[in-house]
């Protein structure tokens, strides 16, 4: 049940950070998260054996699915990277030490898999198999990256959360340092348990089960929410703003009809009545209109402040609110 849970908290992330893929300059989030929700996938069991049985060699899933996650783990982190530091030869130097290590991780891996007698195909292979030197190096290694790569992403979410000015990415990369450090505790678990295992203690690793269980569940369901916020908070204002200017921008476009388009001059970029009566309403390109009017509104005011004209008490009340919402939105109006 754990395992259907963790893959269906992937993959909705996936259908959220897709919602605006087009728009995005980057979508390394987006494929980071493709390729983890693959490999967590095939730890349901019927898939596992079902996929498995395509492939030419016992448990060759495993190594893929794991290669998957590595590479999903170097795109994650180098995306939040990006996305939480603002010194561009910082994550320039960041993104350069995850490709290495993940290439080397990736042929450890590899190495490290080919050494292992693994004649059945099993969904549990390190339960079953993980009693050899070789098949715990091959665990050990892979979450020893994972390590290494949630400490730097959780110092990077700790050191740039208080600068974030906008709400929601300061909220989702706090959640976000959150699973970095359940991660930590997850990692640090799974190598125990390696260890344990060709050892052979198996009460540690009875103990050490329900513990993996619920960090895997907590890490993964962190991450989750952590990553879905700042696209979802971006959806949320934006059918905020929306609706706000369906609400503003048709009074604030009758003021400027009655004010600026009676002395076109004023106009900054030569607008006409007709180019103002006819502009498309979507989104930003909307609020860059209220903008523009406003700040055309004002320049009227000020020229013709010498004269009888003056706006309505009305009037002034649409101006307000248009100048309040260019202001909520980073734009200055005078």
């Excluded at 260890?195 to 962190?222: E, H, K, M, Q, R």
């Excluded at 180019?275 to 309403?281: I, P």
């Excluded at 209109?289 to 402040?305: A, G, K, M, Q």
Aim: net charge positive; aromatic share 6%; hydrophobic share 50%.
């Amino acid at each position: 049940m754990i395992t259907v849970a963790v893959a269906v908290f992937m993959w909705v992330l996936v259908l959220i950070l897709a919602l605006r893929a087009r728009r995005r300059p980057d979508n390394s989030m987006l494929r980071a998260a493709g390729l983890i929700a693959a490999s967590l996938t095939t730890n349901i069991d019927q898939v596992y054996l079902w996929v498995n049985a395509q492939l030419p060699w016992a448990n060759a899933l495993d190594l893929v699915a794991n290669l998957l996650l590595i590479t999903g783990i170097y795109y994650l982190s180098s995306a939040i990277t990006r996305g939480a530091t603002r010194v561009a030869a910082l994550r320039e130097r960041g993104t350069i030490w995850m490709r290495g290590a993940a290439q080397a991780t990736a042929v450890l891996m590899v190495v490290s898999f080919s050494l292992i007698e693994d004649p059945v195909a099993s969904p549990t292979f390190m339960r079953d198999y993980g009693n050899q030197v070789a098949a715990a190096a091959y665990s050990a290694v892979q979450y020893i990256y994972i390590f290494s790569v949630m400490s730097g992403t959780l110092i990077t979410c700790v050191q740039n959360v208080p600068r974030m000015r906008r709400p929601r990415f300061r909220v989702g990369f706090s959640i976000i340092g959150a699973g970095c450090f359940s991660a930590l505790a997850l990692c640090s678990t799974v190598i125990a348990m390696d260890v344990a295992n060709v050892l052979g203690a198996a009460g540690f690793l009875s103990a050490a089960g329900p513990i993996y269980d619920l960090l895997y569940l907590i890490t993964v369901l962190l991450l989750c929410i952590g990553l879905a916020i700042p696209p979802v908070g971006r959806l949320v204002t934006s059918v905020s703003l929306r609706r706000k200017l369906a609400r503003i921008e048709p009074g604030i476009r009758n003021v400027w009809l009655t004010t600026v388009a009676k002395s076109p001059t004023v106009s900054l970029v030569g607008t006409t009545s007709q180019d103002v009566q006819h502009e498309g309403r979507s989104g930003r390109r909307s609020l860059e209109t209220v903008h523009r009017l406003v700040i055309e509104i004002h320049d009227w005011l000020n020229v013709e402040s010498s004269s009888d004209l003056k706006l309505t008490p009305a009037q002034r009340e649409t101006l307000e609110r248009a100048e309040t919402l260019c202001l909520r939105h980073g734009r200055a109006t005078k």
